[in-house]
Nanobody, 113 residues
């Protein structure tokens, strides 16, 4: 089993920044993909960014140039700059490996003036 604990969400104004963290614990594989997804009200959950244990990174087109994903051992971070109202959503951490596919509880990010 893998447990994912997210932190760092909140309410910010457009143009401001937030940093999300996700710490993984439990019996997880050293080879995995960790990522951030988000789900806005009335919309499907979508991939924001992902990073493999080998360092390969993927971003959604809507966040390229504004968001940065990084990984340190079993913790993954999402630095979000130049936030826009359309970034408002619940952000979920995910880890996928041969052990299984796991989700965090989600953290709310609200961008509003």
């Amino acid at each position: 089993q893998v447990q994912l604990v997210e932190s760092g969400g909140g309410l910010v104004e457009p143009g401001e920044s937030l940093r999300l963290s996700c710490a993984a614990s439990g019996s997880f594989s050293s080879i995995s993909v960790m990522g951030w997804y988000r789900q806005a009200p009335g919309k499907q959950r979508e991939l924001v960014a992902s990073i493999t244990s080998g360092g390969r990174i993927n971003y959604a087109d809507s966040v390229k140039g504004r968001f940065t994903i990084s990984r340190e051992r079993s913790t993954v971070y999402l630095q979000m700059n130049s936030l826009k109202p359309e970034d408002t959503a619940v952000y979920y951490c995910n880890e996928a490996s041969v052990v299984g596919n796991y989700w965090g509880q989600g953290t709310q990010v609200t961008v509003s003036s």
